[in-house]
T-cell receptor, first 117, second 113 residues
């Protein structure tokens, strides 16, 4: 159990286009989903926290108009990188939390590698 | 604010030997969770082991054990009987009451045959 999927796994786009990344919890309902970004040879940095039916909470320094997050259901959150530029090229990973009270209930997706030309 | 420090950017270990990866943390929250993840070159985050701040015993999961020293705020990962497949990046992370995971900078482990 506790499987999280991401789609697409890899995307290459031209500068100026928008890219949507989906994060789905396949066998559980996720009260909260988190979006992380990882640049090459660096650690994961939390971008935003997403709760179903409410606006996402963004970490300091993350542009909310640039990275649009929609959490339409308990099993799906989407991250849209708007007007992508080469500096947005990164590895984007989502995680989903079951939310039963323990800290150890967060499950990661396989990640999406975005390359902006 | 939470903070994780991993002071070893890279480590080597001989196959079949044990290795310790260091992790220290800082938090003002009395309740928190500590994690170790493995990230191979494919990028996926593989959960290895978890330690709750109120757990009395050190966590163990197969060849992985967590040396939790609360007073020193350290949560070192011990991998016993290293295998070639253990070569990867290893991240220590902390979650506080917000459930956000804050990661350290990581340690790249290379297992030599």
């Amino acid at each position: 159990g506790a499987v999280v999927s991401q789609h697409p796994s890899r995307v290459i786009c031209k500068s100026g286009t928008s890219v949507k990344i989906e994060c789905r919890s396949l066998d559980f309902q996720a009260t909260t989903m988190f979006w992380y970004r990882q640049f090459p040879k660096q650690s994961l940095m939390l971008m935003a926290t997403s709760n179903e039916g409410s606006k996402a909470t963004y970490e300091q320094g993350v542009e909310k108009d640039k990275f649009l997050i929609n959490h339409a259901s308990l099993t799906l959150s989407t991250l849209t990188v708007t007007s992508a530029h080469p500096e947005d090229s990164s590895f984007y990973i989502c995680s989903a939390r079951v939310g039963q009270g323990s800290y150890n209930e967060q499950f990661f997706g396989p990640g999406t590698r975005l390359t902006v030309l | 604010a939470q903070k994780i420090t991993q002071t070893q950017p890279g480590m080597f270990v001989q196959e079949k030997e044990a290795v310790t990866l260091d992790c220290t943390y800082d938090t003002s929250d009395p309740s928190y969770g500590l994690f170790w993840y493995k990230q191979p070159s494919s990028g996926e985050m593989i959960f290895l082991i978890y330690q709750g701040s109120y757990d009395q015993q050190n966590a163990t999961e197969g060849r992985y054990s967590l040396n939790f020293q609360k007073a020193r705020k350290s949560a070192n990962l011990v991998i016993s009987a290293s295998q070639l497949g253990d070569s990867a990046m290893y991240f220590c992370a902390i979650a506080d009451s917000s459930y956000k995971l804050i990661f350290g900078s990581g340690t790249r482990l290379l297992v030599r045959p």
